[in-house]
């Protein structure tokens, strides 16, 4: 599924309106600067499967922020791969083909001057569940015409320079704000099992399946606000981690959010995917925050001129032979 988004619909939710926008904020950042574009511009997030995009006319800069299959075939040439996380000048004709996200379930694809559609409410992010903003609030389908803002001149292409570290290890929550609501044991459940990523899991929020979390009495609150990564633990004891699509008030117990630091990495996981959960103070997630956005703008910082594509004819290579005379090595090597 591919659709078109930003950082998000901010300061709407008092009105009831979702947030929406990227999964992996880090990647569509960074594929926007990748091609010259302020950070929040609006891209194409893709899920697992990418699409085969045509190029209509000269000039369409692009760069694939994750890590997928990329192919290109000019109008009238040979296919070749393409690296994410490196710029790409398209000609008129050219095809652009995303294949299976190969790290995480989701990547983005960033178009040099962004995309020629009217922003709703603030933001061009597209909320599918109720058909608004984006492109005619919905994932796009075969056929579908993206107006572009600009075209690109010619000039050097640019890449990332390292990768983006997404951490590893159990998921970082700070507990609450309903700690209370569940017994000393649903706690301990809750940061000692494994979780799995269910196949429900989706843009609005990831269903985990694991050992249940045992409520104190009843899953049951008056609806309250919730935020991105506001862990709910309904009747069944099963966690979910709300995601972009949340809605903005929820009436199930909340056990934990997770840090704004692990957000991305959460945002990337796919049905299938295990993991743990760890408790912070809030002082400690504050500060992996922090040192988050300084690898983020490092990372930024360092794009640099594209190295140029080396590539080797091997069946040439075959046939030469590439060793001539002896040499008399000193023993050991």
Not at 18 to 38: E, F, K, S, W
Not at 89 to 112: N, S
Not at 222 to 242: C, D, F, R, W, Y
Request: glycine share 14%; no cysteine; charged share 20%.
């Amino acid at each position: 599924m591919t659709s078109v988004q930003d950082l998000g619909r901010l300061g709407s939710q008092a009105l009831g309106m979702p947030v929406a926008g990227a999964t992996d904020a880090m990647a569509l950042r960074i594929a926007n600067a990748v091609v010259g574009n302020p950070e929040n511009t609006g891209a194409l997030e893709i899920g697992y499967l990418g699409p085969t995009l045509v190029a209509a006319v000269d000039g369409v800069r692009v760069a694939l922020g994750g890590k997928a299959k990329l192919t290109v075939q000019p109008a009238g040439g040979e296919a070749r791969s393409v690296k994410p996380w490196r710029s790409l000048l398209l000609r008129r004709g050219d095809k652009l083909t995303v294949g299976a996200v190969e790290e995480g379930g989701v990547a983005y694809l960033a178009v040099a001057g962004g995309f020629a559609i009217q922003p709703f409410m603030g933001s061009l992010s597209t909320y599918m569940r109720s058909g608004l903003g984006g492109f005619e609030g919905r994932a796009l389908k075969a056929g579908d015409k993206l107006p572009l803002n600009t075209v690109a001149a010619e000039g050097e292409e640019r890449e990332l320079a390292d990768d983006i570290d997404y951490g590893s290890g159990p998921v970082r929550v700070v507990l609450g704000p309903q700690e209370d609501r569940f017994t000393a044991k649903g706690i301990d459940t809750f940061l000692s099992a494994t979780y799995t990523v269910t196949k429900e899991a989706d843009r609005m929020g990831i269903r985990l399946d694991g050992d249940s979390v045992e409520h104190t009495r009843g899953a049951d609150i008056a609806s309250e606000g919730v935020v991105t990564g506001s862990i709910q633990v309904p009747g069944n004891g099963k966690p979910i981690i709300l995601m972009a699509d949340r809605q903005t008030t929820g009436g199930y117990t909340k056990i934990a959010t997770v840090i704004s630091a692990d957000l991305a990495r959460v945002g990337r996981m796919k049905p299938g995917d295990t993991l743990q959960f760890a408790a912070l103070e809030v002082a400690a997630a504050e500060a992996a925050r922090r040192e988050q956005e300084k690898m983020v703008r490092r990372l930024i910082k360092g794009i640099r001129t594209a190295l140029p594509d080396v590539m080797l004819d091997l069946n040439a290579l075959y046939t030469q032979n590439l060793i001539s005379g002896a040499v008399d090595a000193p023993s050991g090597y």
